[in-house]
């Protein structure tokens, strides 16, 4: 009987894995499955939070790795994990995104000969100075099956040497857990908490190190937001690390701008499909606002997720004060916002894509 061993870590990973946990349950007793959290994120409103929204199972397996630098964070995963693996010896080792979780499983089994499937291959931001990046390009070089959300995935992942037949591209899976919960999230008291109108309001995520680390280019960016502030109020759930750094650097926030705590899966979709705009450093973000037709400004110099860009309703801006306000402006000041279309694949469907693409290749 196929056995399916499912990695996540941090907070992007839950949405994605979430689908597919469910249609391996649906194949139920045919398929068996595990579920192993390295506990990269831990805080209640970072993990737990979303275990409840979106109905997970517990984890089989807890690592509790926490907080620490890159090779800590990394190194930490991998010794944790080796022994659970050894005991386990699944048929697949399913891993999703790029956090230090994802590549740091993919090395343990790919050098105990278990074979990887990596959800969300292929994107590239084509910026090395980006820990995600890193964790992409080598986890995408060692895993053997690798699942795209989008064509231009499957086109990096050709440039870089990778054979066609290690390629499917299976569309966007979170996009499958955000149609699945939008109805649910309708029932969420956000807006009542907070006293919003739809509409008449911004939102902003904001947690790159690029951008939160260094007391300069946060100041820039804050006052970009001071400016926008004044034509609308934004609502910031503010990551950890940020309000973090924001106290360090004795930053104010600006009059206009309201900095909650961070927020569950479906108060936040609740949340941000209500607004007018939103701001963000994300790269999820970037996907679901073009799903549901949101204005999206991306204050980073680049993304990985281009068809945002192309069919989507993102606009990359970067972190210059100047483009970030005119961009929000022209976006506040127009009524309708450009066309766009939700990419193809982007359907529901790409976790039953996933277990079926895993399953025609497990051995007998
Ligand atoms: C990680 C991912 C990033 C993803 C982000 C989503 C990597 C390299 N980065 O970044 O791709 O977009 O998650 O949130 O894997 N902290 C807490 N509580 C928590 C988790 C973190 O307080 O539950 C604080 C700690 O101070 C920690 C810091 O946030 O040191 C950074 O956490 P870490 O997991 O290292 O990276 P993220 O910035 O969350």
Known sequence: MPKILNIVGARPNFMKMAPLIAAIQRRSPHVTQVLVHTGQHYDETMSEAFFQDLNLPRPDYNLGVGSGSHAEQTASVML????ILLAQRPDWVVVVG???STLAATLVAVKLGVSVAHVEAGLRSFDRTMPEEINRVLTDQIADLLLTPSPDADANLLHEGIRPDRIVCVGNVMIDTLYHRLEQAEQSRVLNTLDLTPDEFAVLTLHRPANVDDAETLRGIFSALAEIAREIPIIFPAHPRTRTRLQEFGLELPQGMRMIEPLGYLDFLRLWSQARLVLTDSGGLQ???????????????NTERPITVTQGTNKVVGRNPVRIINAALEILRDARFRQTRVPDLWDGQAAERIIEALLERTRP
């Open 80 to 83: 944790a994990f080796e022994p």
């Open 287 to 301: 996907e679901e606002t073009t799903a549901l037709g949101i204005p999206c400004l991306t204050l980073r110099e």
């Open 98 to 100: 790029d956090v230090n």
